[in-house]
């Protein structure tokens, strides 16, 4: 037993390396693109290529468009039975669902580089990107990032698309 739990917190501490290594190399990615083209040129490329990126893994997963059945499939989704996230459901109705993530592999990776709470902040905003694409395949999207949080927490909001009449 005890080389299984091993085993388990072995691939937990890749998994946690392996997503925080995805927002260092948005950070090598951005800097570079950032000494080339400038602020805003970088920052419209690499939010379109990341957006682009989570319209088609949207299509790919094919997430459901009904509030309750998408939490179910977003908890059960998210690695390790959510552990490195941590999510807490607010809110889900009919009408949409709000999810608090109490932890974020992207943002204590960033952190444990020493990044100032600044730079954290703007590659927080320009990696929801992906979720704006890949949630707002399905659902009307925002999110409220942590620095605007007293507990550090990022809320995902996801509202039903209303059809056009």
């Known amino acids: 037993m005890i080389e299984r739990d091993e085993t388990i917190e072995a691939l937990r501490r890749d998994l946690f390396t392996a997503t925080a290594n995805r927002g260092l190399v948005y950070t090598a990615i951005l800097r570079e693109m950032r000494k080339e083209l400038g602020e805003e040129k970088a920052s419209q490329i690499f939010k379109r290529a990341i957006f682009d ?34 999510p807490e459901v607010m809110r889900c109705d009919e009408d949409g669902l709000d999810i608090k993530m109490h932890r ?26 992906f979720d704006h694409g890949f949630f707002g395949s399905v659902f009307e999207y925002s ?11 990022c809320i995902l909001h996801f509202r039903r698309k209303r059809s056009e009449e």
């Open 53 to 86: 990126h989570g319209v088609r893994m949207a299509g790919f997963l094919n997430p459901p468009s009904q509030p309750e059945e998408f939490k179910d499939w977003l908890l059960a989704f998210l690695p390790d039975g959510g552990a490195m996230n941590e």
């Open 104 to 129: 974020c592999p992207l943002k204590e990776g960033w952190r444990m580089m020493n990044l100032s709470e600044e730079e954290v902040a703007d590659l927080c905003r320009h990696a929801d990107a």
């Open 143 to 153: 999110m409220d990032l942590w620095s605007e949080q007293p507990d550090d927490s």
